[in-house]
Nanobody
Framework: QVRLVESGGGLVQAGDSLRLSCAAS????????MGWFRQAPGKEREFVAGISLSGSTTYYADSVKGRFTISRDNAKNTVYLQIYGLKPEDTAVYYC???????????????????WGQGAQVTVSS
């Protein structure tokens, strides 16, 4: 069983930067692709970024390319999401997740991810 805990969210202004962290416990996540998703009020949860087991492959939603950077430190059992140039439309609860579907370097669907954190609220004011 993997427990994921996000941190680093908060209230920021448009244009600011933010780094979210996802700390895993229970067992190592070095054998899992990891992803970040977000869910805005009244909307479905959407994929924003993912990273392969080793970190050599990353994938981003078109809406965040160039502004979001996902990384991982397997020695620390932690995944990060660096966000630059925040926009009001980035306001959402951000979730970290561990995939249990293998054979795909970076899954992008929620069904590929078995373990989820409780979420971190990011609110961007204009």
């Amino acid at each position: 069983q993997v427990r994921l805990v996000e941190s680093g969210g908060g209230l920021v202004q448009a244009g600011d930067s933010l780094r979210l962290s996802c700390a895993a416990s229970g067992r190592t996540i070095s054998g899992n692709a990891m992803g970040w998703f977000r869910q805005a009020p009244g909307k479905e949860r959407e994929f924003v970024a993912g990273i392969s087991l080793s970190g050599s492959t990353t994938y981003y939603a078109d809406s965040v390319k160039g502004r979001f950077t996902i990384s991982r430190d397997n020695a620390k059992n932690t995944v990060y999401l660096q966000i630059y140039g925040l926009k009001p439309e980035d306001t959402a609860v951000y979730y970290c997740a561990a995939a249990t579907v293998y054979g795909i370097p970076v899954p992008t669907t929620t069904t590929a991810y078995r373990y989820w954190g409780q979420g971190a609220q990011v609110t961007v004011s204009s």
